[in-house]
Structure formats: structure tokens, C-alpha cells
């Protein structure tokens, strides 16, 4: 597509539920990203992947945060018994390479996913 | 250590103003640099790339000092549209790390 999509764009939902969020990456884009901003804070690196493979998935914040891409497209992060703390918006970034020239690493990023956990 | 700090501000100017701000950076093996912008419940865009040179992109300018360990960001005759918050990106392999960013608002 021309830029990147996630869906839903806002979730509300009750602690101890598990939330899907979901990708679309520009078509092409073999690096994905995700990121979780809090309210008035910064971004905080949560997975790389590189084709359908996470080479780094340090920023995880628990065994309850996977994610997968399928096809070197769509991603899906999971939250299983989601926790307040887990409210953030949720960034998903796709770029041309993960790695070489800075032109090809400039990152578009999608609108967000907006959770709120009750 | 944050990987990138930057100044919160803000930075409160009268439109037309130059207003301008730094960031650090401690991985001295960075490749990469950008500023993006972020405007208030927006996801974040990319403003521009920082060469080694320093280079222009209209009223923007950009600065990179490798031995100091840091980019800056000058803004000439500040619009009411710049106010955002701009964030400072360094880059090592694929790895993007992002300052918490740097508040600018620009006043009538």
C-alpha cells in the first residue's frame, strides 16, 4: 500500500485480556518495527524483523509480548493478560532495509494502535 | 544511560525566531542520523537525514559532530506550523534509537 496501516486504531479493553494488533507494511519494505510510546514519553524499541525473521526482539517487555510476520508483510503483536501499564500506543515503522545506505533506512511510520487497558 | 537525550524543553518562540537544539548520543559506532518530528498524537515523520557535513533543508539545518557525540537542529524564521516535537534518531546496523524529544512552540 502507500504507507503503513494498523488496525485498530484505538482498543479499549479489561485487564487479563489478550489484544491483537496488526500491520501492514509498505509493499517491498523488508525491515518492520515496532514500537510503544506512553503518554509525554519517547519511543521504546520493542522488535526488529528483517523478512519474516526478529533478529532482535530485546525490547519485549515480557513473555506475555510475541510478535510474527508472515509473507514479509503483515505483523501481529500480541499482549496476552494485558496489564494498565500495557496502555501505550503501539508504532509500527517499515523501511526499505534494516541495514546499508541511511536512504534506505529511513522509517515510515503507521498511525498507531492506541490501547487502553481498564 | 539513554542511548540519545535530548533538552525536553520547551522551547516557547515568537514566530520568525531561529530557534535551535542539540542531542547526544553515546554509541560512538552510530552510522546514522535523522530528526523526525512528532506532532501531538500523531505518529512521528521524518524531517531529514544528518550528514556528516551538516546540511539544509529550506529553514531547517542540521549539524553532526562525531567527536562531541552530538546533532543539532536549527530552525530560521520559525512558522506557527513547526510547533511539534522533534526527535533525535541515531541508527547502529538496524538497531533506531529515539530521544524522548525536544518540544518547540511557536507562538503568534
Known amino acids: 500500500g502507500a504507507g503503513v496501516s494498523q488496525s485498530p486504531s484505538n482498543k479499549v479493553t479489561e485487564k487479563g485480556k489478550d489484544v491483537e494488533l496488526r500491520c501492514d507494511p509498505i509493499s517491498g519494505h523488508t525491515a518492520l518495527y515496532w514500537y510503544r510510546q506512553r503518554l509525554g514519553q519517547g519511543l521504546e524499541f520493542l522488535i526488529y524483523f528483517q523478512g519474516n525473521s526478529a533478529p532482535d526482539k530485546s525490547g519485549l517487555p515480557s513473555d506475555r509480548f510475541s510478535a510474527e510476520r508472515t509473507g514479509e508483510s503483515v505483523s501481529t503483536l500480541t499482549i496476552q493478560r494485558t496489564q494498565q501499564e500495557d496502555s501505550a500506543v503501539y508504532l509500527c515503522a517499515s523501511s526499505l532495509a534494516g541495514t546499508g545506505p541511511s536512504g534506505a533506512n529511513v522509517l515510515t511510520f503507521g498511525a498507531g494502535s492506541r490501547l487502553t487497558v481498564l | 544511560r539513554k542511548e540519545v537525550e535530548q533538552d525536553p524543553g520547551p522551547f516557547n518562540v515568537p514566530e520568525g525566531a531561529t530557534v535551535a537544539f542539540n542531542c547526544t548520543y553515546s554509541n560512538s559506532a552510530s552510522q546514522s542520523f535523522f530528526w523526525y518530528r512528532q506532532d501531538c498524537r500523531k505518529e512521528p515523520k521524518l524531517l531529514m537525514s544528518?550528514?556528516?557535513s551538516g546540511n539544509e533543508d529550506g529553514r531547517f539545518t542540521a549539524q553532526l559532530n562525531r567527536a562531541s557525540q552530538y546533532i543539532s537542529l536549527l530552525i530560521r524564521d520559525s512558522k506557527l506550523s513547526d510547533s511539534a516535537t522533534y526527535l533525535c534518531v541515531v541508527k547502529v546496523d538496524y538497531k533506531l534509537s529515539f530521544g524522548a524529544g525536544t518540544t518547540v512552540t511557536v507562538r503568534a
Open positions: 544528518v550528514y556528516s
